[in-house]
């Protein structure tokens, strides 16, 4: 039995709540930032009603043994707030988001050994505040380490599937590489089939290949046909199917866009490595529907 508290009870966190909570194991608390009476997920193998206990207020905080976050990218700094009191005695804090900055991000507030890296790939969506729809496997992908197999322990019996990686690198900027094309959905506002024809395959081609660039000067090991990969990829997807940084725009949420095309451009800047086309999808996606000043 482990004392699991989740930050931030979205998809991602809903769907880890409902695994969880299968295993009949831990005491789950749920934080969140207004009350969540109840947490229904829907899954394919049935309803999930997650038995939890529910704090609103980082002052709630008390000890826990494992910490998850899986707020948005942006909301570290509020995330943060609830450090004090779950991690009082050391808890670990794994940080479920996407991008590759997942230690940089919360350093300010945790020591880098107690923050583990977590890469979800999950069809999950939020339906209203306290239901979510699960669609499919959640696949949770750490380093291979105790520390990482700890993490994963704590989902052994539910339908999640762990796969711990000798190359947590590579895992995390082959996900983003597949991410950064997003951003050409979320400023053209139209699904993925939009990816489809040219020009737009081409752009998206580009997209991957600098982000491939600096993936490899940051040691991950990717291979050189990682652009067609990726467009094949999205080749395979439902025509109407919409990604993330679209759907956020389409509900008039802020985007993730520095989290994952500004990820590409800070650090091609670290290794000298231009990223013309991800700085541009930054700059357009941060002054999209912004009034002239
Ligand atoms: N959804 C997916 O399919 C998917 C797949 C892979 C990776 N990811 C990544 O997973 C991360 C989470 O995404 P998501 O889709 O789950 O986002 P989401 O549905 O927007 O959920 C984020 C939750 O965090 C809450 N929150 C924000 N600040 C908080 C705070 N200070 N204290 C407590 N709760 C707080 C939000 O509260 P409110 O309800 O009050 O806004 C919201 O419920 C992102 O980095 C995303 O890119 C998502």
Known sequence: MARIAI????????????????TGKHKLTLCTRRP???LVVQTPDGEVRV???????????APVDWVIVATKTYDAESTAAWFPGLCITGAPVAIVQ??????????AWVRPQRLLPVVIDCPVERKSNGVVQLRGTALLNVEDSPFGRSFLDLFAGSAAQCVPTDDFQSAVW???????VGALNALTLQPVSVLWQEPMTSVARGLVTECAAVARAEGAQLSNTIA???????RCHPADSINSLLAD??????ME???RNGAVVRKGLKHGIPTPLNQMAVALLENAGRKPA
């Open 257 to 259: 866009s520095d989290a």
């Open 36 to 38: 969540l009476p109840e």
């Open 174 to 180: 082959w996900k983003l590489c597949v991410n950064v």
């Open 228 to 234: 067609d990969e990726i467009i094949n990829l999205y």
């Open 51 to 61: 038995n939890a206990r529910n704090w609103t207020s980082p002052a709630q905080g």
């Open 98 to 107: 996407n991008g590759v900055e997942h230690r940089e991000r919360f350093t």
């Open 7 to 22: 930050v931030g009870v979205g998809a991602i966190g809903g769907a880890l709540a409902a695994l969880l909570s299968t």
């Open 249 to 254: 725009r389409l509900a008039g949420r802020r």
